[in-house]
């Protein structure tokens, strides 16, 4: 099982836990982000053809670049139609952006209460979004969303 | 655009559009309440708390909800234009009865 499924299967089970707590709740959202960043960057180093280098490769990938790249993504296909390759990258991008930014708040802000809604639906939204991979993976409009993760575009 | 660079008549004009959107999602959301700031990464960001309504929160109703209402706020409110970026938070009616949280209310 890569190990982006088992970080999506430990936010999952960290979302089910009875009694329900901010801790668990928060704990779950922080997984379920680090699932999608490292489901993408695995998909994003299987471009790299030295196999041995992937590791490495893995590493150099950033959360801000990654952020930047999704947000222009999001800006760009808001609006595709339902169905399109542009409407699948459109909920990758957006779920990344939205989680990461839970991600933030989940770590470092004590002050801030999530909701079991909430939680469940961003959960949703990544579970969406390798979904969604899954139906364009192949597509360049996916792999050039995979280069802009790393390379800034110019 | 930037964060600093966002007018108070800006400002007023994002949150009529956000009103406007709350009153046409009435049915299933109690309101909508906004507040400017940063991302993560340090990024001009728009933040949406989106309360709704008991029945329409379990996530198969929620889901599709949500999708239409951030895509309607984003193009409504024009966050893109103003440079923003956009994040959403939703919790039910019931739940901020009992967490309590003043952005919420």
Redesign the interface.
Known sequence: MPFSQELFDSALALYQVSPETQANLKRAVSTAYYAIFHFLIEDACQNWTRSEQRFALARVFEHKRMADASSSRVAKHKNATGGSPEFHLYSVANAFCQIQQKRHQADYDLSSSFSATDVELDLRLVANAFASWNVIQNEQIAHDYLFSLLFKER | MTLTKLTVANQDAMNSAVLQVAQDFSSRIAHIRTSFGE???D?P?IFFRVL?RDEF?P?DL??PL?QRL??TL??QVGT?EYGL?A??????VS??QK?R?LDWD
């Open positions: 991302d993560s990464t990024a960001a709704v929160a996530v929620l889901l949500a951030t895509i984003m193009n893109d970026r994040y959403f938070d939703f919790r039910s739940e901020q967490l949280d």
